[in-house]
Protein backbone atom coordinates (compact mmCIF):
# COMPACT_ATOMS: atom_id res chain seq x y z
CA UNK A 1 0.00 0.00 0.00
CA UNK A 2 1.35 3.04 -0.50
CA UNK A 3 1.16 5.78 1.90
CA UNK A 4 2.37 8.55 -0.11
CA UNK A 5 0.10 7.77 -2.80
CA UNK A 6 -3.26 8.16 -0.14
CA UNK A 7 -1.91 11.43 1.42
CA UNK A 8 -1.45 13.32 -1.37
CA UNK A 9 -4.86 12.52 -2.33
CA UNK A 10 -5.61 13.53 1.59
CA UNK A 11 -3.76 16.72 1.08
CA UNK A 12 -5.21 17.91 -2.10
CA UNK A 13 -8.94 17.46 0.01
CA UNK A 14 -7.55 19.56 2.49
CA UNK A 15 -6.85 21.99 0.05
CA UNK A 16 -10.25 22.92 -0.72
CA UNK A 17 -11.04 24.58 2.85
CA UNK A 18 -8.28 27.12 2.50
CA UNK A 19 -9.61 30.53 2.76
CA UNK A 20 -12.77 29.09 3.87
CA UNK A 21 -12.34 27.09 7.35
CA UNK A 22 -10.32 29.86 9.49
CA UNK A 23 -9.43 29.53 12.16
CA UNK A 24 -9.05 26.06 11.77
CA UNK A 25 -6.73 24.58 9.69
CA UNK A 26 -7.78 22.69 6.42
CA UNK A 27 -7.22 19.25 7.04
CA UNK A 28 -7.74 16.06 4.38
CA UNK A 29 -8.67 12.75 5.66
CA UNK A 30 -9.19 9.67 3.65
CA UNK A 31 -9.99 6.14 4.88
CA UNK A 32 -8.57 3.33 3.14
CA UNK A 33 -9.73 -0.57 3.55
CA UNK A 34 -8.23 -3.36 1.86
CA UNK A 35 -6.54 -0.80 -0.44
CA UNK A 36 -9.70 1.32 -1.47
CA UNK A 37 -10.81 4.37 -0.47
CA UNK A 38 -14.32 4.09 1.47
CA UNK A 39 -14.30 7.48 2.80
CA UNK A 40 -13.05 11.07 2.30
CA UNK A 41 -13.72 14.27 4.04
CA UNK A 42 -12.11 17.97 4.68
CA UNK A 43 -13.00 20.63 7.15
CA UNK A 44 -15.99 22.50 5.97
CA UNK A 45 -16.71 26.19 5.78
CA UNK A 46 -16.22 27.55 9.18
CA UNK A 47 -13.88 24.87 10.84
CA UNK A 48 -16.27 22.00 11.36
CA UNK A 49 -17.64 19.40 10.99
CA UNK A 50 -13.41 18.70 10.97
CA UNK A 51 -11.94 16.22 8.12
CA UNK A 52 -12.13 13.23 10.17
CA UNK A 53 -15.79 13.31 11.30
CA UNK A 54 -16.98 13.86 7.53
CA UNK A 55 -14.57 10.82 6.00
CA UNK A 56 -16.13 8.35 8.86
CA UNK A 57 -19.46 9.38 8.03
CA UNK A 58 -18.96 8.20 4.47
CA UNK A 59 -17.14 5.30 5.66
CA UNK A 60 -19.48 3.65 8.05
CA UNK A 61 -18.60 0.52 9.53
CA UNK A 62 -16.21 0.01 6.32
CA UNK A 63 -14.09 2.17 9.12
CA UNK A 64 -13.32 -0.60 11.32
CA UNK A 65 -9.73 -2.23 10.99
CA UNK A 66 -9.19 0.35 8.10
CA UNK A 67 -6.12 2.71 7.49
CA UNK A 68 -6.59 6.52 7.68
CA UNK A 69 -4.57 9.12 6.45
CA UNK A 70 -5.01 12.57 7.62
CA UNK A 71 -2.62 15.51 6.70
CA UNK A 72 -2.59 17.03 10.38
CA UNK A 73 -2.70 15.25 13.63
CA UNK A 74 -5.83 14.38 14.97
CA UNK A 75 -7.24 16.88 17.85
CA UNK A 76 -7.41 15.76 21.29
CA UNK A 77 -9.63 18.06 23.32
CA UNK A 78 -13.01 18.90 23.71
CA UNK A 79 -13.90 21.83 21.41
CA UNK A 80 -17.26 22.90 19.84
CA UNK A 81 -16.62 19.01 18.54
CA UNK A 82 -15.62 15.91 20.50
CA UNK A 83 -11.85 15.03 19.43
CA UNK A 84 -11.24 13.57 16.43
CA UNK A 85 -8.71 11.00 17.93
CA UNK A 86 -11.38 9.74 20.16
CA UNK A 87 -14.04 9.31 17.15
CA UNK A 88 -10.99 7.00 15.44
CA UNK A 89 -10.64 5.23 18.15
CA UNK A 90 -14.10 4.59 18.64
CA UNK A 91 -14.47 3.80 14.83
CA UNK A 92 -12.53 0.47 15.35
CA UNK A 93 -9.59 2.06 12.73
CA UNK A 94 -6.74 -0.14 12.74
CA UNK A 95 -3.98 2.32 11.74
CA UNK A 96 -3.59 6.08 11.35
CA UNK A 97 -1.06 7.93 8.79
CA UNK A 98 -0.55 11.47 9.50
CA UNK A 99 1.58 13.71 7.86
CA UNK A 100 2.45 15.89 10.98
CA UNK A 101 1.79 16.77 14.43
CA UNK A 102 -0.14 19.60 15.20
CA UNK A 103 1.48 22.79 16.60
CA UNK A 104 -1.71 23.71 18.88
CA UNK A 105 -0.61 23.26 22.43
CA UNK A 106 -3.82 21.74 23.31
CA UNK A 107 -2.81 18.91 20.92
CA UNK A 108 1.40 18.88 19.95
CA UNK A 109 1.28 15.45 20.31
CA UNK A 110 -1.85 14.17 22.61
CA UNK A 111 -3.64 12.56 19.90
CA UNK A 112 -1.05 10.53 18.52
CA UNK A 113 -0.47 9.43 21.79
CA UNK A 114 -4.29 8.72 22.59
CA UNK A 115 -3.94 6.91 19.11
CA UNK A 116 -1.03 4.86 19.88
CA UNK A 117 -2.53 3.92 24.06
CA UNK A 118 -5.92 2.49 22.24
CA UNK A 119 -3.98 0.14 20.73
CA UNK A 120 -3.81 1.91 17.27
CA UNK A 121 -0.95 1.75 14.78
CA UNK A 122 0.49 5.45 14.57
CA UNK A 123 2.76 6.18 11.24
CA UNK A 124 3.63 9.65 10.86
CA UNK A 125 6.07 11.94 8.50
CA UNK A 126 4.21 11.20 5.27
CA UNK A 127 4.45 13.51 2.86
CA UNK A 128 5.36 16.60 5.78
CA UNK A 129 6.97 18.95 3.59
CA UNK A 130 3.78 19.67 1.68
CA UNK A 131 1.93 19.20 5.02
CA UNK A 132 3.89 21.87 6.41
CA UNK A 133 3.40 24.00 3.50
CA UNK A 134 -0.53 23.83 3.83
CA UNK A 135 -1.20 23.91 7.38
CA UNK A 136 1.55 27.21 7.60
CA UNK A 137 -1.13 29.44 7.98
CA UNK A 138 -2.77 27.87 10.95
CA UNK A 139 1.22 27.04 12.50
CA UNK A 140 1.91 30.61 12.19
CA UNK A 141 -1.27 31.54 14.47
CA UNK A 142 -0.63 28.65 16.87
CA UNK A 143 3.23 29.78 17.45
CA UNK A 144 4.15 32.78 16.57
CA UNK A 145 0.70 34.42 16.97
CA UNK A 146 0.44 35.99 13.67
CA UNK A 147 -1.20 34.77 10.32
CA UNK A 148 0.71 33.17 7.56
CA UNK A 149 1.44 36.44 4.93
CA UNK A 150 1.89 36.78 1.27
CA UNK A 151 2.76 39.88 -0.44
CA UNK A 152 1.91 39.90 -4.22
CA UNK A 153 2.96 42.39 -6.44
CA UNK A 154 2.25 43.31 -10.04
CA UNK A 155 5.09 45.23 -11.62
CA UNK A 156 6.68 46.54 -14.64
CA UNK A 157 10.14 44.83 -16.27
CA UNK A 158 11.74 47.88 -14.25
CA UNK A 159 9.67 47.04 -10.72
CA UNK A 160 7.36 49.93 -11.23
CA UNK A 161 3.74 49.27 -10.22
CA UNK A 162 2.23 52.96 -12.08
CA UNK A 163 3.55 55.68 -13.42
CA UNK A 164 4.49 58.46 -12.15
CA UNK A 165 0.72 60.20 -12.60
CA UNK A 166 -0.87 56.37 -11.40
CA UNK A 167 -1.91 54.95 -13.71
CA UNK A 168 -1.50 51.13 -13.54
CA UNK A 169 -4.57 49.82 -15.53
CA UNK A 170 -3.34 47.08 -16.21
CA UNK A 171 0.43 46.15 -16.18
CA UNK A 172 -0.18 42.44 -16.09
CA UNK A 173 -2.46 40.80 -18.77
CA UNK A 174 -5.73 39.06 -17.93
CA UNK A 175 -4.49 35.43 -17.19
CA UNK A 176 -2.52 36.69 -15.00
CA UNK A 177 -5.36 39.13 -13.19
CA UNK A 178 -7.36 35.76 -12.93
CA UNK A 179 -4.69 33.67 -11.59
CA UNK A 180 -4.60 36.69 -8.55
CA UNK A 181 -8.75 35.85 -7.56
CA UNK A 182 -7.67 32.10 -7.37
CA UNK A 183 -4.75 33.21 -5.00
CA UNK A 184 -7.60 35.54 -2.67
CA UNK A 185 -9.73 32.05 -2.76
CA UNK A 186 -7.59 30.60 -1.18
CA UNK A 187 -6.67 33.29 1.40
CA UNK A 188 -8.64 33.93 4.68
CA UNK A 189 -8.35 38.46 4.05
CA UNK A 190 -6.74 40.47 1.53
CA UNK A 191 -5.15 43.54 2.71
CA UNK A 192 -3.67 46.96 0.99
CA UNK A 193 -3.22 50.06 2.40
CA UNK A 194 -5.30 53.08 2.40
CA UNK A 195 -3.55 54.93 -0.76
CA UNK A 196 -4.41 51.79 -2.47
CA UNK A 197 -7.89 51.64 -1.79
CA UNK A 198 -7.73 55.27 -2.83
CA UNK A 199 -6.28 55.29 -6.01
CA UNK A 200 -7.35 52.00 -7.63
CA UNK A 201 -10.95 51.89 -5.75
CA UNK A 202 -10.61 48.17 -5.87
CA UNK A 203 -13.27 45.65 -4.57
CA UNK A 204 -10.62 43.24 -3.64
CA UNK A 205 -13.82 40.05 -3.85
CA UNK A 206 -12.87 37.23 -6.05
CA UNK A 207 -14.68 37.03 -9.41
CA UNK A 208 -15.09 35.13 -12.12
CA UNK A 209 -14.10 31.56 -10.34
CA UNK A 210 -17.23 30.26 -8.73
CA UNK A 211 -16.63 30.07 -5.44
CA UNK A 212 -19.52 30.31 -3.06
CA UNK A 213 -17.75 32.52 -0.73
CA UNK A 214 -15.72 35.86 -0.26
CA UNK A 215 -12.07 36.64 1.66
CA UNK A 216 -12.39 39.29 4.48
CA UNK A 217 -11.23 42.79 2.98
CA UNK A 218 -8.76 44.81 5.30
CA UNK A 219 -7.75 48.33 4.71
CA UNK A 220 -5.03 49.50 7.09
CA UNK A 221 -5.80 53.64 7.26
CA UNK A 222 -4.77 55.03 10.25
CA UNK A 223 -7.27 58.18 9.93
CA UNK A 224 -9.81 56.47 8.24
CA UNK A 225 -9.88 59.04 5.23
CA UNK A 226 -11.27 56.49 2.41
CA UNK A 227 -14.19 57.83 0.51
CA UNK A 228 -17.38 56.48 1.90
CA UNK A 229 -18.86 56.45 -1.84
CA UNK A 230 -16.55 53.75 -3.08
CA UNK A 231 -16.68 50.05 -4.37
CA UNK A 232 -15.63 48.93 -0.71
CA UNK A 233 -17.81 50.74 0.81
CA UNK A 234 -21.47 49.95 -1.67
CA UNK A 235 -19.79 46.34 -1.37
CA UNK A 236 -20.38 45.28 2.70
CA UNK A 237 -23.13 42.88 2.14
CA UNK A 238 -21.69 40.98 -0.56
CA UNK A 239 -18.00 40.44 1.20
CA UNK A 240 -16.76 41.39 5.01
CA UNK A 241 -14.61 44.49 5.18
CA UNK A 242 -12.51 45.41 8.21
CA UNK A 243 -10.67 48.49 8.36
CA UNK A 244 -7.92 49.17 10.92
CA UNK A 245 -7.33 52.63 12.49
CA UNK A 246 -5.91 54.23 15.04
CA UNK A 247 -7.33 56.29 17.91
CA UNK A 248 -6.81 59.45 15.53
CA UNK A 249 -9.44 58.56 13.61
CA UNK A 250 -12.38 61.30 13.96
CA UNK A 251 -15.43 59.53 15.47
CA UNK A 252 -17.99 60.63 12.26
CA UNK A 253 -15.47 58.33 10.41
CA UNK A 254 -16.53 55.76 12.35
CA UNK A 255 -19.82 55.78 12.88
CA UNK A 256 -20.27 56.44 9.36
CA UNK A 257 -18.23 53.09 8.13
CA UNK A 258 -20.06 51.34 10.95
CA UNK A 259 -23.50 52.86 9.03
CA UNK A 260 -21.89 51.37 5.84
CA UNK A 261 -21.52 47.75 7.49
CA UNK A 262 -17.77 47.54 7.87
CA UNK A 263 -16.03 46.04 11.18
CA UNK A 264 -13.77 48.93 12.92
CA UNK A 265 -10.47 47.74 14.46
CA UNK A 266 -8.31 50.08 16.26
CA UNK A 267 -4.37 49.37 16.13
CA UNK A 268 -1.33 50.69 17.86
CA UNK A 269 0.33 53.49 16.14
CA UNK A 270 4.42 52.93 15.69
CA UNK A 271 6.22 55.57 13.92
CA UNK A 272 3.30 57.43 12.49
CA UNK A 273 1.97 54.34 11.08
CA UNK A 274 -0.42 51.50 12.14
CA UNK A 275 1.97 49.11 13.86
CA UNK A 276 2.39 45.88 11.86
CA UNK A 277 2.87 43.66 14.84
CA UNK A 278 -0.45 45.11 16.41
CA UNK A 279 -2.03 44.87 13.29
CA UNK A 280 -1.01 40.74 12.93
CA UNK A 281 -1.90 40.13 16.43
CA UNK A 282 -5.41 41.22 16.19
CA UNK A 283 -5.96 39.52 13.21
CA UNK A 284 -4.84 36.41 14.56
CA UNK A 285 -7.17 37.06 17.52
CA UNK A 286 -9.99 37.34 14.78
CA UNK A 287 -9.05 34.10 13.88
CA UNK A 288 -7.26 35.02 10.24
CA UNK A 289 -4.63 32.37 9.37
CA UNK A 290 -3.06 33.40 6.33
CA UNK A 291 -3.86 36.90 4.85
CA UNK A 292 -2.81 37.92 1.31
CA UNK A 293 -1.75 41.45 0.65
CA UNK A 294 -2.22 43.30 -2.52
CA UNK A 295 0.49 46.67 -1.72
CA UNK A 296 0.53 49.02 -2.72
CA UNK A 297 4.59 49.74 -1.94
CA UNK A 298 4.59 51.72 1.56
CA UNK A 299 2.61 48.93 2.97
CA UNK A 300 4.84 46.14 1.56
CA UNK A 301 8.06 47.90 2.64
CA UNK A 302 6.56 48.35 5.87
CA UNK A 303 5.63 44.68 6.04
CA UNK A 304 8.91 43.45 5.28
CA UNK A 305 10.68 45.58 7.73
CA UNK A 306 8.48 43.78 10.76
CA UNK A 307 9.49 40.61 9.37
CA UNK A 308 6.12 39.31 8.77
CA UNK A 309 6.27 38.54 5.31
CA UNK A 310 6.88 34.72 4.96
CA UNK A 311 5.94 34.22 1.21
CA UNK A 312 6.79 36.43 -2.03
CA UNK A 313 4.27 36.22 -5.09
CA UNK A 314 5.78 38.68 -8.38
CA UNK A 315 4.07 38.79 -11.50
CA UNK A 316 6.48 40.53 -14.16
CA UNK A 317 4.96 42.08 -17.24
CA UNK A 318 7.35 43.13 -20.31
CA UNK A 319 6.49 47.32 -20.00
CA UNK A 320 8.98 49.88 -19.27
CA UNK A 321 7.83 52.30 -17.24
CA UNK A 322 10.84 54.06 -16.13
CA UNK A 323 12.59 55.89 -13.21
CA UNK A 324 9.57 58.46 -12.68
CA UNK A 325 7.29 55.47 -12.24
CA UNK A 326 6.06 54.54 -8.38
CA UNK A 327 8.39 51.93 -7.10
CA UNK A 328 6.63 48.48 -6.27
CA UNK A 329 8.36 48.48 -2.63
CA UNK A 330 8.96 51.61 -0.30
CA UNK A 331 12.04 52.62 1.28
CA UNK A 332 13.63 50.23 3.44
CA UNK A 333 16.77 51.66 4.37
CA UNK A 334 19.21 49.71 4.64
CA UNK A 335 22.79 50.70 4.23
CA UNK A 336 24.05 47.31 4.02
CA UNK A 337 22.75 44.12 1.34
CA UNK A 338 23.38 42.39 4.15
CA UNK A 339 20.66 43.78 6.29
CA UNK A 340 18.67 43.30 3.44
CA UNK A 341 15.19 40.51 3.96
CA UNK A 342 16.53 37.70 1.96
CA UNK A 343 13.77 34.99 -0.17
CA UNK A 344 14.56 31.63 -1.76
CA UNK A 345 12.99 30.79 -5.24
CA UNK A 346 10.32 28.44 -5.37
CA UNK A 347 8.48 28.54 -8.15
CA UNK A 348 9.05 29.82 -12.11
CA UNK A 349 6.45 30.10 -14.60
CA UNK A 350 5.14 31.91 -17.64
CA UNK A 351 1.44 33.04 -17.73
CA UNK A 352 0.09 34.51 -20.66
CA UNK A 353 2.54 37.30 -21.62
CA UNK A 354 3.81 37.66 -17.57
CA UNK A 355 6.35 36.08 -15.80
CA UNK A 356 5.14 34.58 -12.20
CA UNK A 357 7.81 34.14 -9.71
CA UNK A 358 7.07 32.65 -6.28
CA UNK A 359 9.71 33.06 -3.41
CA UNK A 360 9.92 31.72 0.03
CA UNK A 361 11.79 33.27 3.18
CA UNK A 362 14.93 32.55 4.13
CA UNK A 363 15.31 32.29 7.80
CA UNK A 364 18.98 33.90 8.57
Known sequence: MSHERFMAHALALGRRGLGRVWP????????????????????????????????????????????????????????????????????????????IQDSDPRVNGAGFDMLHSAGIKVTTGVCAEMATEDHAGFFAKTTLGRPFLTLKLANSFDGRIATASGDSQWITGPQARRLVHGMRANHDAVLVGAGTARADDPMLTVRGMGVSHQPVRIIMSRKLDLPTDSALANSTQDAPLWLCHSDEAPVDRIYAWQDRGATLIECAVENGRIAIFDLMKKMAERGLTRIFCEGGGTLAASLLLADVVDHLVGFQSGVVIGAEGQPAIGALGFGKLSEAPEYELKSLQTVGGDILHTWSKVHK
Open 24 to 99: NPAVGCVIVQDGRIVGRGFTRPGGRPHAETMALAQAGDAARGATVYVTLEPCSHHGHTPPCAQALIDAGVAHVVGA
